[in-house]
C-alpha cells in the first residue's frame, strides 16, 4: 500500500516515521511550506515534497493521510484535486467526515489516532489507539488495514463518538496538564522542588486506570475536611483565580460523592 | 534505631513494610482497634500490638511515628503518654507540628511522605520524598536520619511550605483524578473502551515532568479554538456540572496563555 502524507507538522513527522518502521510505501510529502516538505521527505527514501494541491500530476498513492491543523483543512479541501478512487482521510479528533466530502472522485474517511506528538519525542505507535471511520466500506476497509499496521488498538468509530472520545481527552489531558501548570507555579511560588509531586502524580494515574477514578478519590473535598478546605482556600487569597479554580473543583468533586452510592464504600 | 508505628491503615501499613526491608527495629504498633493492630504487628517478628495510650509502659522506641487520620490526631495527642525523651511526629501533609506541642516531656515533629498509600499497592518508598520538620535539633535529626533510611529524597521543610505542597498536590492530584473519572463517565456514556486515553494520559503526564506544564499546553482552549469549544459545550449540554467545569477550566487555560509571554512559542 502507497500512502502519502499531506503536512509536515508533528502528526505528519510521526505518521512517516512510523509508516517507513511498517515498510509501507510513502511516495509523496506535501506542504504548504516547501522547506518543510522537503525536510520530511527527505527522511524517506523515493519519496517527492511537494506544494502542490493537483495531486493528480503528482506521484500517487491509494492513501492521502491529511494531516494539518484544523483550521487548514477547510482551504486544502477547497484548493486540492486527488486522484480518482484515491482514499482521502483526514486525521483529526474534532472535525467531521463530512468535511471532505466536497473532495470528487474520492473515497473520504477519517484516520484520528489518540495521542499528543511533537516532533521531538519518540512515541510507540503499538500502544496508539487509531479511531477509523469511512464513508465507504472501501474506505473503512483501507484505513482499517492501515491502522492494524500501525497500531494494536483500531476502533471503528462515527464522528458523533469521535466528538465525545475528543471532549473526555480534553478533561483526561488537556485540563489536568494546565491544573499540573498550577501546581507546578504553587510549588515555586513556594520555592519547592517541581519534582517533588512526580512519584505521587505517577501513582495516582497508574491507580486511575486500575481502578475507576470517582471510587479511588482522596483528598479534603472527598473526605469533607472542612478545615482543611478553608485553609486552602485562604491560602490561595492572593491569587483569586486558582482560588476559584479550588473552589469549582471541590464541589465538584462533593457533587459526584454526594450522588454515587460506591462512594461510601471508600476511605 | 526502634520506630513505633501508630497506627495500623495504608500509611502504617506501608511504613511497616519500608522500615522493615531497610531493617528497623519495630517493637509496638498501636492501633485503637486491637484486632487491626494485632493484624499489622503481626507481619513483624517480636513487634508487639497494643491499643493502650500509656506508652510508657510498653516496649519503648526512639521514634514515635503517627500514621492516623488527620482527623483522629487531636484525640490521641490529648490521651496519649510517651517516654520522656522520644521523638513523636504526625505523617500529615495538612497538620502543623504545633498540633503536637502539648505533648509533655518529648520532641515532636513532622514526617511527612509525599505519596497516596493503600494497603494492596507496592510502593517503592526510595522514590518518595519525605518532608521532615523538627521542633528541636534533635527531632530533626532523627528524623531526618529515618526519612533516609527510607528514600532518596529527604527534605527539611517547614509548616508553612508544607501547606503550600500540600494545596499542589490536590490540585496535581486529587483534582486530576476528578478530571480523570469525568472522562471516563463520559467515555461510557459514549459506550466507548475506558482505556481509549491511557496513552494520551500517560504521554501527557511524562511531558508535564520533561517541560513546563504551561509551556506544552494544548487543545482547543489552547488554540482558541472557537469552534471546538462550542461544539464540546453543546455536547455537554446534558451534563450542566460538567459543561460548568469545561467552562471554568477552559477560561483559566486562556487567562495563563494571555498573561504568560512564553505561550507565544508553542503551537
Known sequence: MKVAIIGAGNVATHLVKGLREAGIDIP??????????????GQVPGAQATDTTDFRILPTAQVYLLAIPDGALPKLVENAVFPAG???????????????????VVETGVFYPVQTFSKEKELDWSRIPICVEGASPKAEEALLTLGKVLSEQVVLMNGRARKQLHVAAVFACNFTNHLWGVAQELLQKAELPVNLLEPLVLETVQKAFQFPPFTVQTGPARRGDTNTLQAHLQLLQTQPPYQHLYQVLTESIQRVAENEPFFGKQA
Open 28 to 41: 509523496l510529502v506535501y506542504s504548504r511550506t516547501p522547506a518543510s516538505a522537503q525536510i520530511l521527505a
Open 86 to 104: 484515491a482514499v482521502v482521510a483526514h486525521t483529526s479528533g474534532a472535525q467531521p467526515m463530512e468535511l471532505l466530502a466536497s473532495l470528487a
